[in-house]
């Protein structure tokens, strides 16, 4: 390969939330911790983007930004064509920090205070969060799971869609906590349900460009071309691991909707945001591809150690993320002496399934997005303590 993602970086002592703040929310765990929770990689940025930073920084000055040229938009909507199969250009784009920003805010401008949001769990929690936030109530439409592998019950999604008090849907392509990349027909199936019955579609793809080699994540926005009620987010943060340049994009079918998001939102762009994601979207793919084939080879290992060491513990493959969701029901132990066992004695951060809103019992999220060397340590670890 071209780049090491073999490399171990030491993160700790810059303020990383996956590394610095773990002793705040786990104190018991012990000092040789290892983090494989917050959703961001253990791989360097790609050079690439460093480089562009730097001769960015060279300026001297770091002012308010705004987009004025169209280098930005030219590459950005390569990139959704090449590799998502949806031409963005007719779209109005609006640069955002980040994605749970551009969710909360368009939440609030297509519906109204008291509305329900549709969620499909389990899911990632801030989405939750964020319809709180936006004063409206959730309505779950749990996922299928059968021998871990996920589906939509849309008999149900349909009963809560003709709910005239569900405005909108959160629709997570490819799926956290689950990893499934859905296809387009059950895209379309979902997709005609809500807007038969007027449900805004509000489709977050941040994980979109990780799937496995030889699968593709196909934007919903690009199978129904500027239909006025899909409104599509993506980032650079999950693909280039830039999560912390808190940079998002956020397609508007319609340019009322822009002048809408505009007139009620002043949102500055981070100076050096749109350098970074404009070269990643530049110069970033042959890394990218070899990010997918490094985490694919993380995926097979991790399987093929829980079959040999820990068979109590079923983990299938996800077709997106870096995220495993493995099922440790097989111990039949409390959750809480699961997550205390893995956290205090082995010490390996995780995300406990029970805080991905609902139906996540018995289940654990880990983040392999890091060295083999690390992930092969912490399984070790893991092993340790339940055997």
Known sequence: MKYNFDEVINRYNTNCT???CVKLLEPEAPDDYIPMWVADMDFACPPEILDAVHKRLDKRILGYTNL???SYRRVLDAWMLKKHDWDSSRQGLVLTYGTLHAILHVIEMVTEPGDKVLLQTPIYPPFLQQIKNAGRTETLNPLICQDGYYTMDYEDLEKKAKDPHVKA?????????????????EM??????????DVWIIVDEVHHDLTRVGKKAVSLAGLYENHPRI????????????AG????????PTTELVEQ??????????CLANVATEAAYTYGEEWVEELRQYLDGNFRFMKQYLEEHLPEVKMQIPEGTYLAWADFRGFGLPDDEVKRKIVQEAGVIIEDGRTFVSDGEGYIRFNIACPRSVLERALERIAAVFH
């Open 18 to 20: 996956k590394y610095d």
């Open 231 to 242: 409104v599509t987010c993506t980032a650079p943060g999950k693909t280039f691991n830039l």
């Open 188 to 197: 379309r199936r979902m997709a005609e349900i809500c807007l038969k019955n």
């Open 261 to 270: 998001y505009y007139e009620k939102y002043q949102d500055a762009i981070p």
């Open 169 to 185: 849907i959160l629709f997570c392509s490819p799926h956290n906590p689950t990893g499934r990349v859905w296809t387009e027909d």
């Open 68 to 70: 004025v040229d169209e």
């Open 245 to 252: 340049n808190v940079s998002a994009n956020l397609f508007l």
